[in-house]
């Protein structure tokens, strides 16, 4: 069974400070890799996915993750937050064999202090 | 902007009563799923649905059922809530290639408190 771990819990950082949450996953597949961001009041949405190819990937609002296989991790980065990143965020795998069930890891909030 | 709905976003209830919590979609979407999310922990799947009058189980045993009849609709029933209940409630919906792909569109929620 796949499993997904986010270390930090609770995130507090200043506008302009750089931002990376980590996130491990494990399975013993191939896997796809998500990251879903809700903004305080919103519903729960993609922010970035990776499948495949270059282990950068780089989705909305600045926000970029690295898949590191040898590390089963995708780390969460931002260079420079603002205060409208502050939300929660949840790191999300599923296997590469069709099968579309998402594992959710715990969620880390965020909070950009102005 | 995600068109799924769930309601109620709140429910206090007594033990023993019978729940159901809705959740609609207009986006035609074929599968739907059913999160739970206590605080602090992951989202759990429950059950999910791959079209109409497909209804399976999650990852994470519930005590609680769903249907599917219509294609846009995937109410979640509980036939007596316990306050073990208690937590937040995740409906979601993906078109045949979104879910694969691991994009879901998620509702607002609905968060049971059983007392």
């Known amino acids: 069974a796949q499993s997904v771990s986010q270390h930090n819990h609770h995130v507090i950082l200043s506008e302009a400070a750089s931002l990376e949450l980590g996130c491990n996953y494990s399975y013993g597949g191939t896997v796809n890799l998500f990251w879903y961001v809700q903004y305080p009041g919103q519903h729960l949405q993609l922010l970035l996915k990776y499948f495949s190819g270059d282990p950068l990937v780089k989705g909305i609002k600045g926000f970029e993750a690295e898949f590191i296989k040898s590390k089963f991790s995708f780390n969460l980065r931002k260079p420079s937050v603002q205060w409208s990143d502050t939300a929660e965020y949840f790191c999300?795998?599923?296997?590469?064999?069709?099968?579309?069930?998402?594992?959710f890891g715990t969620g880390t909030r965020l909070t950009i202090i102005p | 902007e995600a068109d799924i709905y769930q309601t109620p976003r709140y429910l206090v209830i007594g033990t023993g009563k019978k729940i159901t919590l809705e959740c609609s979609q207009t986006?035609?979407?074929?599968?739907m799923y059913w999160y739970q999310q206590d605080p602090g922990m992951e989202l759990h799947l429950i059950h999910y649905?791959?079209?109409?009058?497909?209804?399976e189980k999650g990852d994470l045993s519930s005590e609680s059922t769903v249907s599917r009849i219509r294609t846009e609709h995937f109410p979640l029933t509980l036939e007596s809530a316990r306050p073990s209940h208690t937590s937040q409630y995740l409906c979601?919906?993906?078109?045949?290639?979104?879910?694969?792909?691991?994009?879901?569109?998620f509702g607002s929620g609905t968060q049971l408190s059983v007392l």
């Open positions: 649905s791959y079209g109409v009058n497909s209804t």
């Open positions: 986006m035609g979407h074929d599968k």
């Open positions: 999300a795998v599923n296997s590469n064999f069709g099968n579309e069930k998402l594992t």
């Open positions: 979601a919906s993906s078109d045949i290639f979104g879910g694969s792909q691991g994009k879901l569109f």
